[in-house]
């Protein structure tokens, strides 16, 4: 083992994201056999952070969201990678972190295959000069579509004048005035919670009326909001490794591959507040809700037919018009959502996991795999699970 270095996290440790970011720091750092003690503090997800001034160690992992502390670790110049979506000292900091573009793409093709075609987007009102470029992708990727994509976007300044109730009313207002159903990402699940209180406030339904997806997944937040709380699963414990692994280079003086590594998002953690079809047709919903339902199970498309009083004919013009898909790939596209969620939720291995998903075997679960998401389930599962 080599000798021991102190490394300080200047990471939140109150939500899924900075547990998971420590959680991957520590796998690198035992998988590699890395004689690392961690300087570390309770600290919530906007708690001010900044080394103290008396510390001494070896090297630093930080969420850089103020200029104070990117200038502080510039100066004392450790090696240090910065794990947040703000882009301070950037040139001089290397960084790693979630693709932010890259989640807003996987939030709006998530919407619009459940077939919404009305959205609106809700970003964070506790990050002033703060360049949202989450936000912007997804407007983008939605205007890219044809549709329009307004934003919850008060005055910081005023804004943050108002109390609590306030703020809350306000965009209550903002909600009623959308048409509905409409699909609503929020920037975080802070925001997104702020969105279904919002909405009950307003009594609108959701996700009846205003299904909404935060842009994270964390469990605390998702599990008190109500309805339950969507997330985007950033994948922190890749995020955590990779950056130990940057921080471990930078230490023993190598070249680092990439400056900037950004690692995509791992999947969508479906719950009751986009739980919804968002289709006009009764009967093209009835057949997505019942492929959905019935995505563990091995159905043909006479199946599906049997169910729905709907013809073939009509189905598939119905599902390329409204999902811009084909039923049966829908099908294989349900499916594989099932198997990602076995993937990430359980340790079952990838046989059970394919005969669980209504493949008969898991060369199919693979085959589709690589088409759908450019992997293999084994090589999901250890991008974002590192062994125990």
Same mark, same amino acid.
């Given at each position: 083992?080599?000798?021991?270095?102190?490394? @300080?996290?200047?990471? %939140?440790?109150?939500?899924?994201?900075?547990?998971?970011?420590?959680?991957?720091?520590?796998?690198?750092?035992?998988?590699?056999?890395?004689?690392?003690?961690? #300087?570390?503090?309770?600290?919530?997800?906007?708690?001010?952070?900044?080394?103290?001034?008396?510390?001494?160690?070896?090297?630093?992992?930080?969420?850089?969201?103020?200029?104070?502390?990117?200038?502080?670790?510039?100066?004392?110049? +450790?090696?240090?990678?910065? !794990?947040?979506?703000?882009?301070?000292?950037?040139?001089?900091?290397?960084?790693?972190?979630?693709?932010?573009?890259?989640?807003?793409?996987?939030?709006?093709?998530?919407?619009? /295959?459940? /077939?919404?075609?009305? +959205?609106?987007?809700?970003? #964070?009102?506790?990050?002033?000069?703060?360049?949202?470029?989450?936000?912007?992708?997804?407007?983008?990727?939605?205007?890219?579509?044809?549709?329009?994509?307004?934003?919850?976007?008060?005055?910081?300044?005023? +804004?943050?004048?108002?109390?609590?109730?306030?703020?809350?009313?306000?965009? #209550?207002?903002?909600?009623?005035?959308?048409?509905?159903?409409?699909?609503?990402?929020?920037?975080?699940?802070?925001? /997104?919670?702020?969105?279904?209180?919002?909405?009950?406030?307003?009594?609108?339904?959701?996700?009846?009326?205003?299904?909404?997806?935060?842009?994270?997944?964390?469990?605390?937040?998702?599990?008190?909001?109500?309805?339950?709380?969507?997330?985007?699963?950033?994948?922190?414990?890749?995020?955590?490794?990779?950056?130990?692994?940057?921080?471990?280079?930078?230490?023993?003086?190598?070249?680092?591959?990439?400056?900037?590594?950004?690692?995509?998002?791992?999947?969508?953690?479906?719950?009751?507040?986009?739980?919804? !079809?968002?289709?006009?047709? %009764?009967?093209?919903?009835?057949?997505?809700?019942?492929?959905?339902?019935?995505?563990?199970?091995?159905?043909?498309?006479? %199946?599906?037919?049997?169910?729905?009083?709907?013809?073939?004919?009509?189905?598939?013009?119905?599902?390329?018009?409204?999902?811009?898909?084909?039923?049966?790939?829908?099908?294989?596209?349900?499916?594989?959502?099932?198997? !990602?969620?076995?993937?990430?939720?359980?340790?079952?291995? !990838?046989?059970?996991? @394919?005969?669980?998903? /209504?493949?008969?075997r898991p060369e199919l679960l693979t085959r589709a795999f690589r088409k759908e998401?450019?992997?293999?389930?084994?090589?999901?599962?250890?991008?974002?699970?590192?062994?125990?």
């Amino acid at each position: 083992m080599d000798q021991a270095r102190r490394i @300080a996290l200047l990471i %939140d440790t109150a939500t899924t994201w900075g547990q998971g970011l420590i959680e991957g720091i520590a796998n690198y750092a035992r998988d590699n056999a890395r004689n690392w003690l961690f #300087s570390i503090e309770p600290r919530g997800k906007y708690d001010r952070m900044m080394l103290a001034p008396t510390w001494r160690g070896h090297g630093v992992i930080a969420r850089i969201t103020h200029a104070d502390l990117a200038e502080q670790l510039m100066s004392l110049r +450790f090696p240090a990678v910065n !794990v947040s979506w703000y882009s301070l000292a950037e040139g001089v900091i290397p960084r790693c972190t979630c693709d932010e573009r890259a989640a807003a793409r996987l939030a709006a093709e998530y919407f619009l /295959g459940k /077939g919404y075609r009305q +959205f609106a987007y809700c970003g #964070s009102t506790l990050r002033p000069n703060y360049h949202d470029r989450f936000g912007d992708e997804f407007r983008q990727t939605i205007a890219a579509e044809g549709y329009p994509c307004p934003a919850f976007q008060p005055e910081p300044k005023e +804004f943050a004048a108002l109390d609590s109730e306030e703020q809350l009313q306000q965009l #209550s207002r903002w909600l009623s005035d959308l048409p509905h159903p409409t699909a609503v990402l929020a920037f975080d699940d802070v925001q /997104g919670r702020q969105v279904t209180e919002a909405c009950a406030q307003a009594g609108l339904l959701a996700p009846q009326d205003i299904a909404v997806l935060g842009g994270e997944h964390d469990e605390l937040s998702s599990r008190i909001s109500s309805p339950p709380l969507s997330g985007i699963d950033q994948n922190p414990l890749e995020v955590g490794f990779c950056a130990a692994e940057m921080l471990d280079d930078m230490l023993s003086g190598r070249d680092l591959v990439e400056f900037n590594r950004m690692i995509p998002p791992r999947r969508i953690v479906t719950r009751h507040s986009t739980d919804k !079809v968002a289709m006009q047709d %009764d009967l093209l919903a009835m057949a997505v809700r019942y492929i959905r339902d019935h995505a563990g199970e091995n159905f043909r498309i006479e %199946d599906l037919l049997a169910e729905v009083p709907i013809s073939r004919r009509a189905m598939e013009i119905g599902f390329r018009k409204h999902l811009g898909r084909t039923p049966r790939e829908e099908i294989r596209r349900a499916r594989i959502e099932r198997a !990602v969620c076995l993937l990430c939720d359980t340790d079952w291995p !990838v046989t059970r996991i @394919a005969a669980a998903c /209504g493949f008969d075997r898991p060369e199919l679960l693979t085959r589709a795999f690589r088409k759908e998401l450019k992997t293999t389930p084994s090589d999901f599962r250890k991008r974002g699970a590192r062994p125990a």
